[in-house]
Structures are given as structure tokens and as C-alpha cells.
């Protein structure tokens, strides 16, 4: 079970990123999969779900209206498309199945002028 992240970076605020997970060795269609973070000194907080066919999503109140979680099941990988950017959102992000219970190997994500 592999979940590979790509994508973060520094952004200047009110900027946009765009992270990638691609997923291999558990049957990805099948599993919910969700987007997290951590900020220094804080607990990893839950961002972001999507079901296994994509047609339902969740996000934390912080990022809604500004994130948005998609997958494309025939590549076997979950997005988070991440808007107008603000200096709270610096972050470690990680992937999450939680079928399978793996975590992809997280991204820096720094917001900051």
C-alpha cells in the first residue's frame, strides 16, 4: 500500500496550490479518502473528504469555500485544490485512506509573503 504525495510549496497569500496523492495497492475505488494537516505545535486536524465515487465531500469550517477535494478513480488518485491562501493554512498535508489505514508521506505547504 502506497499513498505518494506531490504538489505544495510556498505561495504568497491569496494564492493557490494544488496537492496530488496517488494511490496504489488497495483498491482505490472503494475508499473514502480524506486530506488532513499540521501545523507546528498543533494537532493534525481532518481538512477535507471525499466518498469513493466522489459525489460527496466535507471539509473543516476553516477551509470551505476556498478548498476543494476531487479523485479520479482511473488514475487512482485524490486532489486538494487549495484557493485564496492564507497564512494559517501553513501546514504539513498528508493523504489518508482510511480503508487501509496509510497516510501519504506528507507536504510542506507555506503560505507567507
Known amino acids: 500500500v502506497q499513498l505518494v504525495q506531490s504538489g505544495g510549496g510556498l505561495v504568497q497569500p491569496g494564492g493557490s496550490l494544488r496537492l496530488s496523492c496517488a494511490a496504489s495497492?488497495?483498491?482505490?475505488?472503494?475508499?473514502?479518502m480524506s486530506w488532513y494537516r499540521q501545523a507546528p505545535g498543533k494537532e493534525r486536524e481532518l481538512v477535507a473528504t471525499i466518498s469513493s465515487t466522489g459525489d460527496s465531500t466535507t471539509y473543516a469550517d476553516s477551509v470551505k469555500g476556498r478548498f476543494t477535494i476531487s479523485r479520479d478513480n482511473a488514475k487512482n488518485t485524490v486532489y486538494l485544490q487549495m484557493s485564496s491562501l492564507k497564512p494559517e493554512d501553513t501546514a504539513v498535508y498528508y493523504c489518508y485512506s482510511p480503508r487501509v489505514g496509510s497516510w501519504g508521506q506528507g507536504t510542506q505547504v507555506t503560505v507567507s509573503s
Open positions: 495497492g488497495f483498491t482505490f475505488n472503494r475508499s473514502q
